[in-house]
């Protein structure tokens, strides 16, 4: 993501989720954001995962938007998480931008 003024919402980014694997994957629980700075950050669309059944070679997709807090600067980070039934049961895809 790119710098964004704290009065200003970046534009939106979006994150693919894919099943490459040879067998259906069920996606548990709602995305949701984690981090030191997840307040900074909003799952616009696509957040609502709950049971949903990737089969082999299809994906979703969540859009994040960075409307940063009020008095932020500087870097922002956190993660997106996606909760799922195979070994290591969440995906974490690293969320950075800077507020200005």
Do not use: K, Q
Not at 17 to 32: K, S, T, V, Y
Not at 41 to 64: E, F, K
Not at 67 to 82: E, F, I, K, Q, S
């Amino acid at each position: 993501m790119r710098a964004v003024s704290r009065y200003r919402r970046s534009p939106p980014a979006i994150v693919r989720l894919g099943n490459e694997g040879a067998i259906a994957l069920r996606l548990d629980g709602a995305a949701r954001i984690a981090g030191p700075d997840a307040g900074d950050y909003l799952i616009a669309a696509g957040g609502s995962t709950a049971g949903t059944l990737l089969g082999p070679g299809h994906g979703c997709a969540i859009v994040v938007v960075f409307p940063p807090a009020t008095g932020a600067a500087g870097l922002r980070t956190a993660a997106l998480h996606v909760d799922h039934e195979w070994v290591g049961a969440t995906v974490a895809v690293a969320l950075l931008a800077i507020a200005e």
